[in-house]
């Protein structure tokens, strides 16, 4: 299932991702070999990302409230990120573990003008 995500053009937004294996079991992020989100034009195929993040650039990885498993990632998009764009966008979330898995997660991603409030 998707989430889509909104923010101001200009504004700092965190963005938690939480993962689980297919059976609903916590996926352990600590243990993944690469840990990557990006954000392109919605609708054009091959386009290259506008933003990119990765882990210990822009995501960290957290643990959960309930067991400490650390299943979580906090994405920060920058101010600096957002200030000259608007629109509509597609983002991808993607983990490679160590046995050769790789999870992903994608969805709409919406930046709004500054100028409207």
Request: hydrophobic share 35%; glycine share 6%.
């Amino acid at each position: 299932m998707s989430v889509e995500f909104t923010m101001i053009q200009g504004d700092t937004r965190y963005i938690e991702i939480s993962c689980f294996h297919n059976n609903n079991t916590e996926l352990d992020l600590s243990t993944a070999s690469d840990i990557n989100f990006a954000i392109k034009r919605y609708g054009v195929s091959n386009s290259t990302p506008i933003i990119t993040k990765s882990i210990n650039s822009g995501i960290v990885i957290v643990g959960n409230n309930v067991a400490n498993i650390k299943n979580v990632a906090n994405i920060k998009i920058n101010p600096t990120d957002t200030s000259s764009i608007i629109g509509k966008y597609e983002y991808t979330f993607t983990v490679d573990d160590f046995d050769g898995d790789t999870f992903s997660k994608s969805g709409v991603f919406i930046i709004y003008n500054s100028n409207i409030l």
